[in-house]
């Protein structure tokens, strides 16, 4: 059984102005853990890209009618053979199947996040909690094309 090689949660106010901070974060997290374990600048940054999509959709659209100081917690996690990213969010649930990928060549607003996410990932998961709140997983493999 593979276990956690390292771990690190972040708390944040739903705020865009907080996306460097965030970024800054998993920045550290990368140059401290990943390069270690064979991880590639260009995953790193589709990784990074992820996160800050992730985090800028629950900022944007589950919060958008919450308070701002309501939290959004991050939490990373380093597996042998994996990155696993949790993004937690206090607002209403929705399904991401529902949304319609736009046709090639083709203009539509909003519901691009999704599919750059599922790009950017071997894995995407979004789903409730038993706390009431909304998990967005993100997982990528270490090895290219591994899942």
Partial sequence: MLTIVQQDHLTVKSDLKLLNQVQQWFEKFCLQYLTQYGWSESQLYRLNLALAEGFTNAVRHAHR?????????????????????????????????????????????????????????????????????????????CLEGQH
């Fill in 65 to 141: 009618s919450l308070p701002p100081d309501i939290t959004i917690d991050i939490e990373v996690s380093l597996w042998i053979d994996r990155l696993e990213m949790r993004i937690w969010d206090y607002g209403k649930p929705f399904n991401p199947d529902a949304i319609i990928e736009p046709e090639p060549g083709t203009l539509q607003v909003g519901g691009y996040g999704w599919f750059l996410l599922r790009r950017l990932a071997d894995h995407v998961v979004y789903e409730r909690d038993a706390d009431n709140r909304n998990c967005l997983l993100i997982v990528k493999y």
